[in-house]
């Protein structure tokens, strides 16, 4: 069996995301999502966030056609943990000039090209200013 892993916050569903794991299951049998915590996110993004919780989150991500399996981790060793698992993992296309944690255990990486428009970051901006 041929596990693909896409990790990341997912915090706001949209169509770039729904794009991302609908590619990255082609890729394989079985699609990983890794979600980082609650905790984690308010470190890497600040305080107000996440606006869905880590449980809201991985419910979501779990009802999708294309995902597998759902994990939430808390940390770098815990995510490469989940990568040593895989065998391709899929990064958005913003990652190709950046360290990608965990991609010294994983054979093969592939990257997605991000679709514009598609931003958790920017959809929550565009909501708050209306």
């Given at each position: 069996?041929?596990?693909i ?17 609908t ?10 999502v890794?979600?980082d ?12 966030r ?23 981790f ?12 895989c065998?391709?993992?899929v990064k958005?296309?913003d990652?190709?000039d950046?360290?990608i ?12 090209e991000?679709?514009?428009g598609f931003?958790t ?10």
């Amino acid at each position: 069996m041929k596990r693909i892993i896409v990790n990341g916050t997912f915090d706001i569903l949209h169509s770039g995301h729904l794009a991302l794991l609908t590619y990255a299951k082609s890729l394989g049998d079985h699609l990983v999502v890794a979600i980082d915590s609650d905790q984690r996110v308010k470190e890497l993004k600040g305080v107000s966030r996440p606006v869905n919780t880590q449980a809201e989150r991985q419910e979501l991500l779990s009802n999708l056609r294309s995902v597998d399996e759902v994990r939430i981790f808390d940390s770098d060793p815990e995510l490469v943990d989940i990568v040593a698992e895989c065998a391709i993992m899929v990064k958005g296309s913003d990652y190709r000039d950046r360290p990608i944690v965990g991609s010294e255990v994983c054979p093969s990486i592939i990257f997605f090209e991000r679709i514009d428009g598609f931003s958790t970051t920017e959809k929550i901006q565009s909501i708050s200013h209306r």
